[in-house]
């Protein structure tokens, strides 16, 4: 099996704060990965060193291999990393079928084109189509981003990271603050993402973990405290005391 | 596939003409047959127009904001005149591009102080930078001629052609070509994937970089673009005025490309011309009510547009229009409100 994305002794301080320790992470081709952690545990930085959002004091970070720990953000999305955010990070004044449309034309290497018009290539067009089809937007596509039910525009913040055909996706915390009635339309566009693509899930939501990942990392205080398949997991003494113990008894 | 006729229909759907549009237009010539006697006034709102179009294509779509942009109007309109003064172009439209062009590069260098920083920080860098150019235009006498602006400068024909005459009547049908042809190519670019690169960045640079765009990379060239812009509108200053003075980079025209844009509206490439029209309007009308007095009225206007909204008066304004369409045509309103103030 190969690595699709591989972190080397990743070191990140704020100031006098060491919010990741020596993290070394192996996340498998084709895996449902899960990075689980308390609150605080330094989860959401090592998701901004992996995206390049955050450089890290120390450490590498490889995708397939290949160092990306000098690249810019853009440049990683265009490798083949993709995220989503925690907290809806959507373009408020575009519609889904805009939103979209700029992922896609700029995967294809389109979106610095000034002459042509949007709605005018048909390889662009079909793969919107495609893409707003399969999460449920399309009865909505052109509304705007901000007038959206929060299920919609949830599941917008995980097309809008497919639309750009990662290889490695990050997911960070894709069912948060979905009412009940909606989260069952992002559970199964969770769980229908496509085998080839390897995804890394951040979450605290323990019943989706546990659904939905072949693997876990648990990650306290920076640090990587165990890893492995989620019934080791969860038998895990140490893992129970500092994690599932709080998530039990909540 | 019915999803994909759908996608492709409703995507080129924002980039079509609209009967207003048309309208726009139709109604911007007539006036060139309508009101013969007032060339001046009309060249002045066309160039106006052409400068706030500059600002909207940074500010409307990529949300730059901008106090120094008289910078780029200056360094256009100094170009065009020393061209013209020293017989290097004699023919206005190539000197005209060629001044654009200059300030284009200048556009260019400075983008790199500009998209670095947020909104505080850009004010005052582009407000700093057009200061900057002033003080050197006034150090500078020997070339710029210094607080006498240039004097003597003659224009030849444009094309070789068409002379310009005293009443002004070459600049303005000049101005409104340029002004047009200038307008198409920043709708076209507007709803191209670029310009849609730029609205993404506007509502959130983050996420546009997490999808793929070069942030930086859009910035520059839509400031550079820009610049262009704002140089050719300067230049159309000194082709039709004969004139080019130290006031061109003055922060008073930086401040009231502003006005024009709060009056008219930002991101839908009408705001500046509208706003243009209104501007100057205005400008007439208060100055001959109460000649020294007349920013009062200005600085009035703009609280009661920030007040009530734009939104408001655009729908109060569209009132009558939109009801005609309805009841004649039997469809819905074809007359434009911009796509941010349509909530």
Redesign the interface.
């Known amino acids: 099996m190969t690595i699709a994305l591989e972190t080397r002794g990743l070191e990140k301080s704020f100031g006098a704060l060491r919010v990741t320790r020596d993290l070394s992470l192996k996340v498998m081709q084709g895996a449902r990965h899960a990075l689980i952690g308390p609150n605080g545990a330094g989860k959401t930085t090592v998701i901004n060193q992996l ?1 390049g ?1 955050l450089t890290p004091n120390s450490g590498r970070i490889l995708l397939e291999g290949s160092d990306i720990t000098g690249l ?3 440049k990683r ?2 490798r083949g990393l ?2 989503t ?1 925690q907290i809806n ?6 519609t889904p ?3 979209i ?3 896609v ?3 294809m290497g ?11 290539r ?1 390889d662009v ?2 793969e ?2 495609e893409i ?2 399969r999460f449920h937007l ?1 009865d909505v ?2 509304e ?1 981003t ?2 959206l039910p929060y299920g919609k525009q949830r599941l917008l913040e995980i097309a ?2 497919i ?2 055909k990662p290889r490695v996706l990050l997911l960070d915390e894709p069912a948060a603050g979905v009412p009940e009635s909606e989260r069952h339309d992002i559970l199964a566009a969770v769980a229908a993402l496509p085998r080839d693509v390897t995804v890394l899930l951040i979450e605290h939501d323990m019943d989706l973990v546990f659904s939905f990942a072949d693997r876990i990392s648990v990650l306290v205080n920076g640090g990587l405290l165990t890893e492995g398949a989620p019934d080791e997991v969860a038998r895990d003494p140490q893992v129970r005391a500092v994690y599932l113990g709080e998530a039990a008894d909540a | 596939m019915t999803a994909l006729s759908d996608v492709s229909t409703h995507a080129m759907a924002s980039a079509r003409w609209r009967v207003s549009e048309v309208a726009f237009w139709a109604l911007a010539l007539a006036c060139a047959f309508l009101f013969p006697s007032r060339y001046l006034i009309m060249t002045d709102i066309v160039r106006l127009g052409l400068f706030a179009l500059s600002l909207d294509l940074i500010l409307g779509y990529a949300g730059i904001v901008s106090l120094g942009h008289a910078a780029f109007f200056g360094v256009g309109a100094y170009s065009a005149g020393l061209l013209a003064l020293h017989g290097i172009i004699n023919e206005p439209v190539i000197a005209l591009v060629a001044a654009g062009l200059v300030a284009a590069l200048l556009g260019f260098l400075t983008s790199f102080l500009v998209i670095r920083g947020v909104d505080l920080t850009r004010l005052m860098v582009t407000l700093g930078i057009a200061l900057l150019l002033e003080a050197l235009a006034e150090r500078f006498s020997n070339i710029t001629g210094g607080t006498d602006g240039l004097q003597g400068i003659e224009m030849q024909p444009i094309l070789g052609l068409f002379t310009f005459d005293m009443f002004g009547k070459t600049g303005f049908f000049y101005s409104l070509i340029v002004l047009f042809i200038l307008f198409l190519l920043a709708r076209r670019v507007v709803h191209s994937p670029f310009g849609l690169s730029l609205r993404a960045i506007r509502n959130n640079p983050l996420r546009a970089a997490a999808i793929g765009v070069p942030v930086n990379r859009r910035l520059i060239a839509v400031y550079t673009l820009a610049a262009f812009y704002a140089g050719i509108a300067g230049a159309l200053f000194t082709q039709t005025t004969a004139l080019a003075s130290l006031d061109v980079f003055s922060f008073e025209r930086s401040a009231d490309l502003m006005l024009v844009l709060v009056i008219g509206g930002t991101g839908y490439l009408y705001g500046g011309l509208i706003g243009a029209v209104v501007f100057k309007m205005l400008q007439e009308l208060f100055q001959s009510i109460t000649p020294q007095y007349w920013l009062f009225w200005i600085g009035l206007v703009l609280v009661v547009i920030v007040l009530v909204g734009r939104a408001r008066i655009h729908r109060w304004v569209l009132f009558v229009p939109n009801l005609i369409i309805r009841q004649f045509a039997g469809r819905k309103a074809a007359v434009a409100v911009p796509e941010s103030d349509a909530s």
């Open positions: 995206t959002v810019s953000v853009h999305v265009l993709s995220r955010f990070q959507l373009y408020p004044d575009l079928l805009e939103t449309g700029l992922a034309s700029e995967r389109r979106g610095g084109d000034w002459w042509r018009r949007m709605g005018t048909s067009n079909t919107i189509a707003l089809s399309l596509m052109t705007l901000s007038t809008v990271a639309a750009a």
